[in-house]
């Protein structure tokens, strides 16, 4: 069974850093676009960061400049390196990766900043 298992969610204060990672297995990792998204409470999930297979990255403007996407395709695993966090990163954070008409999600990690 192909899983995707998030790690590194915590509690943090405002101008903290974190480090979230995405563990996959059963799935040929180099070949899968990866991202990371977030849903706050009562918000829709949205884009946080994406990686393409090349290693081509995308960012959220909230997020630019602050938080850093990257993959280790060895150890078919992808990051977000997150500093600088805000009040307003607080989110359950999510890992996901497409290739073709798969598309794979992990359960979450919950990410909080607060003092």
């Known amino acids: 069974q192909v899983q995707l298992v998030e790690s590194g969610g915590d509690l943090v204060q405002p101008g903290g850093s974190l480090r979230l990672s995405c563990a996959a297995s059963?799935?040929?990792?180099?070949?899968?676009?990866m991202g990371w998204y977030r849903q706050a409470p009562g918000k829709q999930r949205e884009l946080v960061a994406l990686i393409d297979t090349g290693g081509v990255t995308n960012y959220a403007d909230s997020v630019k400049g602050r938080f850093t996407i990257s993959r280790d395709n060895a150890k078919k695993t992808l990051y977000l390196q997150m500093n600088s966090l805000k009040s307003e990163d607080t989110a359950v954070y999510y890992c996901n990766a497409r290739w073709g008409s798969n598309d794979l999600w992990g359960q979450g990690t919950q990410v909080t900043v607060s003092s």
């Open positions: 059963r799935i040929v990792f180099s070949i899968y676009f």
